[in-house]
């Protein structure tokens, strides 16, 4: 499964994504699922709560979870709550 995202990932916003990659979770029961920052402008520490819901819901059902293409913004969201120790992010920052 996989679960893009764009423009902002605020409180609003994330209210209803959670209801929605549950719900998709809970139908399909995916072995995998990655959520795709890649038209992602911005995040605020709602985003990180979605982040661990769909990795707790992952876990139950014995699935894996993975963040790809997050950009400037929300890599350092990400980066101040250490969310790589639990789950394998990805970039779309180049390296220098």
């Given at each position: 499964?996989?679960?893009?995202?764009?423009?902002?990932?605020?409180?609003?916003?994330?209210?209803?994504a959670?209801?929605?990659?549950?719900?998709?979770?809970?139908?399909?029961?995916?072995?995998?699922?990655v959520?795709?920052?890649?038209?992602?402008?911005?995040?605020?520490?709602?985003?990180?709560?979605?982040?661990?819901?769909?990795?707790?819901?992952?876990?139950?059902?014995r699935?894996?979870?993975?963040?790809?293409?997050?950009?400037?913004?929300?890599?350092?969201?990400?980066?101040?709550?250490?969310?790589?120790?639990?789950?394998?992010?990805?970039?779309?920052?180049?390296?220098?």
């Open positions: 499964m996989r679960v893009f995202f764009e423009g902002e990932l605020d409180h609003h916003a994330a209210k209803e959670v209801g929605v990659i549950e719900s998709n979770i809970n139908a399909h029961l995916p072995k995998s699922c959520i795709d920052f890649g038209k992602l402008a911005f995040m605020d520490s709602s985003g990180i709560a979605v982040i661990l819901k769909t990795y707790r819901r992952m876990n139950e059902i699935g894996k979870i993975s963040v790809e293409n997050a950009g400037k913004q929300p890599l350092r969201v990400l980066d101040a709550a250490g969310i790589d120790r639990l789950i394998k992010i990805t970039t779309t920052l180049k390296e220098a």
